[in-house]
T-cell receptor, first 113, second 113 residues
Framework: DQQVKQNSPSLSVQEGRISILNCDYTNSMFDYFLWYKKYPAEGPTFLISISSIKDKNEDGRFTVFLNKSAKHLSLHIVPSQPGDSAVYFCAASPNNAGNMLTFGGGTRLMVKP | DTGVSQDPRHKITKRGQNVTFRCDPISEHNRLYWYRQTLGQGPEFLTYFQNEAQLEKSRLLSDRFSAERPKGSFSTLEIQRTEQGDSAMYLC???????????FGPGTRLTVL
């Protein structure tokens, strides 16, 4: 049973436009959510996170939105750049810090010049 | 470089052989995690340590798998009697116990022939 789902395996966006990556979860114990970016042959790199007490967190070109009632979060990248092309993973953790992360299956983002 | 390091980066072995991987976390991080990632999937949690204590193990961690963190610094993951289904990327991550953000190493890619 997948507790974290990323229903779009891939997304193609033109450089300069907005990229929106979506993630849904089922476990109501999840209280903290993270986005990671992964390039080939490298480990995942932490991008941005959000606690369930917030509905938005912004860091430069990256914004994460959380809709707790819908159990849905999204990552917005504006403007998208070719270097953003990577696989993006959504991850969730229960409310105690330092716990295991449960990951979605990933979305491959391709930003075309 | 003060990031998480893993050794070896690649390992090819024959079915039935034992393999051991090493992870060196970020020095001040007291939590260390092991994950496994197969093609097209997100990382799946295997086990984690706080200092030298192994606090949680996933049901994915069969009795052929053992992990140690003897002095609360580096960790090893051993797989005995490898099977073809063990072929995957093995990822190590570390964090402070008070934070949810985990920092990943580059992974060890295991191929079992």
């Amino acid at each position: 049973d997948q507790q974290v789902k990323q229903n779009s395996p891939s997304l193609s966006v033109q450089e300069g436009r907005i990229s929106i990556l979506n993630c849904d979860y089922t476990n109501s114990m999840f209280d903290y959510f993270l986005w990671y970016k992964k390039y080939p042959a490298e480990g995942p790199t932490f991008l941005i996170s959000i606690s369930s007490i917030k509905d938005k967190n912004e860091d430069g070109r990256f914004t994460v939105f959380l809709n707790k009632s819908a159990k849905h979060l999204s990552l917005h990248i504006v403007p998208s750049q070719p270097g953003d092309s990577a696989v993006y993973f959504c991850a969730a953790s229960p409310n105690n810090a330092g716990n295991m992360l449960t990951f979605g299956g990933g979305t491959r983002l391709m930003v075309k010049p | 470089d003060t990031g998480v390091s893993q050794d070896p980066r690649h390992k090819i072995t024959k079915r039935g052989q034992n393999v051991t991987f090493r992870c060196d976390p970020i020095s001040e991080h007291n939590r260390l995690y092991w994950y496994r990632q197969t093609l097209g999937q997100g990382p799946e949690f295997l086990t984690y340590f706080q200092n030298e204590a192994q606090l949680e193990k996933s049901r994915l961690l069969s009795d052929r798998f053992s992990a140690e963190r003897p002095k609360g610094s580096f960790s090893t993951l051993e797989i005995q009697r490898t099977e073809q289904g063990d072929s995957a990327m093995y990822l190590c991550a570390s964090s402070l116990a008070t934070y949810n953000e985990q920092f990943f190493g580059p992974g060890t890619r295991l191929t079992v022939l």
